[in-house]
């Protein structure tokens, strides 16, 4: 029969010299038994396309249709009293099971297909992200196994009405939407904020434990990789930040990241059009200083496109030179940030089906293979959030507020402003400082010990710190410094130190902002003053990606001496450290240290 648009895509991956293919794979966990019958065959396709592939199958790991009915109890039950189709992942049960699956799931590919079967990518949840279902516009939780996990949870923490405690009530919960104020009492509204850490704690033990199991079946021989952790994506959630379970991330790298490989997340869905950014949703530093792989899975529109992809407006241009700008500034970025990447057709539906694709992935492999054999550099800049101050946020009428200008929109400032930067958790942080000249607090409100971040900024004067709204209270007694003004900043110098205390107590930051601090800093500036938010940088590993928004002629500042080549052609355009370059609007250039240019094969 005709060929459909996966096979025709994978058909030309493999012949690109691509050797990874991920595929949705159909549920095998049956009523009377696994059926691996489709599963096997989706091998068998790909298989008969190129022996030599290496296939990471993307699983379902949730409850399927029969087993929710034979076991409702383990049902989800949202705000509204309303059951999902999605077991609660509080239930032990569910737990229990789900986790057999995946070790049946492993097993059973690594007989079948042991020298095709690379990894699994184990999903579940909203979107198959993890994040718990439906929480972009209702609260969850209202299920007996969620109820009495809760329970066994405050137990645990020495509560002494753990027995008879109940999930608060959504109007509780949802106190905020309705109040001034932006952040939870943890006194006056302290059963709120258990329960919310208690939903981020869930779900990463979940994801967890399946990749436990995993890792257990394969005996470590097999990839293993999970989405999670979008620290910076879900801030804005319209509901609360805490109602996705995304903000166990430190508590999942500490207990369960010796058995994952990597960790994904689209392309931030913020400004990723033919002229934007291209940010990561997740503190991304923060998982590979953790010897795990972030990878961001880029699922822009590409042409041509299924009319179903316009409704979603996700980066859609209809254009194929569009589209190969908005590839090439993402591909760069992973490149300064030593970061994987995979194309994603999202709907199955031939996006990827067109040749002129496969050239533009063809040119940008070259660098960025060579990009990937060097070390991570270390960003100059530290972009940072602490889960458990974002946990302490309400919805959308107030709650968004302090992240919209600074956690969300940050990432897209710091970039536009040509500064090397990258993206961690408070913790990470605090356990092993990164050696940025800057570290920008963009959500460090309520750190869960206060003492330790105090000990943090002592031992690191030399560091300029910017804290962005409302700073602990411990932070801003340490500020005991003289006012100075610095680059028409107000600056507090650090005691015993060459850095300074920042505190922008009014978000949203400008891109005026952001340049000063960076300057006063002595952060490498690519771009000149006059082209501050009219171009993107990603600099990084001996890599700049630039992408101007405007038709325009002005000077790159590389930061190395030496030559400066034209990163897909190889072409020789100067000396380092300045090369002057002409742009069209929304043309993006990779300039590299090294004479490297798309090699017409792809190894993704």
């Not at 966990?29 to 790909?46: I, M, P, S, V, Y």
């Not at 939870?184 to 704690?201: M, N, S, T």
């Not at 949703?281 to 795990?292: A, K, L, Q, S, Y």
């Not at 020789?572 to 490297?596: I, T």
Request: aromatic letters at 10%; one cysteine or more.
């Amino acid at each position: 029969g005709e060929e459909t648009s996966p096979v025709a895509e994978s058909r030309l991956a493999l012949k690109s010299g691509c050797r990874f293919i991920s595929m949705f794979a159909p549920h095998c966990w049956t009523e009377d038994g696994d059926n691996w019958g489709a599963l096997d065959a989706q091998f068998r396709q790909l298989i008969a396309l190129d022996p030599n592939v290496l296939v990471i199958p993307r699983v379902r790991a949730d409850a399927p249709d029969w087993w929710l009915r034979r076991h409702p109890e383990c049902r989800m039950r949202m705000e509204d009293g309303a059951l999902a189709e999605f077991a609660a992942v509080s239930s032990r049960l569910y737990r229990r099971e789900a986790c057999a699956y995946i070790d049946r799931t492993v097993r059973h590919l690594m007989r079948a297909f042991p020298r095709n079967f690379a990894g699994i990518h184990i999903s579940g949840q909203s979107t198959a992200e993890w994040f718990y279902w439906d929480s972009q516009r209702r609260l969850s939780g209202y299920d007996a196994e969620t109820r009495d996990a809760f329970r066994a949870y405050l137990a645990a923490q020495g509560d002494a009405t753990a027995a008879t405690a109940e999930v608060p009530a959504p109007a509780e919960r949802r106190a905020l939407d309705r109040a001034e104020r932006r952040f939870f009492d943890p006194v006056g509204e302290k059963r709120v904020l258990d329960f919310a850490r208690f939903q981020q704690l869930e779900m990463a033990d979940t994801v967890g434990e399946l990749a436990a199991s995993a890792r257990k079946a394969s005996d470590g021989r097999k990839l293993v990789a999970i989405f999670y952790g979008y620290t910076f994506e879900h801030a804005w959630n319209a509901v609360m930040p805490s109602a996705t379970g995304h903000y166990g991330l430190w508590h999942f790298i500490k207990r369960w990241g010796g058995n994952v490989d990597a960790i994904a997340g689209p392309v931030s869905y913020v400004n990723r059009g033919a002229i934007g950014v291209s940010s990561t949703m997740g503190p991304c530093e923060t998982v590979m200083r953790n010897g795990i792989l972030w990878i961001d899975e880029d699922d822009i529109r590409v042409y041509p496109v299924d009319r179903r992809s316009e409704q979603w407006g996700f980066g859609l241009s209809g254009d194929p030179a569009k589209d190969e700008q908005v590839m090439t500034r993402t591909v760069g970025m992973e490149c300064a940030r030593s970061l994987g990447g995979w194309w994603m057709d999202l709907f199955g539906s031939g996006w990827y089906t067109a040749p002129d694709t496969w050239a533009v992935i063809a040119r940008l492999h070259g660098f960025a293979e060579k990009a990937s054999s060097l070390p991570p550099c270390v960003p100059e800049i530290a972009a940072i959030c602490d889960e458990e101050s974002i946990v302490r946020l309400g919805g959308m009428k107030n709650g968004i507020a302090p992240v919209r200008g600074t956690v969300h929109r940050g990432r897209e400032l710091l970039a536009q402003c040509g500064y090397s930067f990258g993206q961690y958790l408070l913790e990470d942080v605090i356990e092993r400082p990164t050696g940025a000249k800057v570290e920008f607090h963009l959500a460090t409100w309520f750190p869960k010990d206060p003492q330790k971040l105090v000990a943090h900024v002592k031992a690191n004067p030399n560091t300029t710190y910017v804290w962005c709204g409302q700073p602990p209270e411990e932070i801003a007694a340490l500020a005991s410094g003289e006012v100075e003004m610095r680059e028409g900043l107000v600056a507090r110098r650090n005691p015993g130190g060459k850095g300074y205390m920042i505190f922008c107590k009014n978000p949203p930051l400008t891109k005026e902002f952001v340049h000063k601090v960076g300057k006063l800093a002595g952060v490498h500036a690519t771009l000149p003053k006059d082209r501050i938010g009219r171009a993107v940088v990603w600099p990084g590993n001996g890599f700049v990606t630039v992408q101007s928004c405007e038709k325009a002629t002005f000077v790159v500042d590389v930061a190395w001496t030496g030559p400066i080549y034209d990163g897909l052609t190889g072409q020789h355009l100067g000396e380092g450290p300045q090369v002057q370059l002409s742009f069209e609007s929304g043309e993006v250039k990779v300039l590299s240290s090294l004479a490297v240019c798309g090699s017409g094969k792809v190894n993704l």
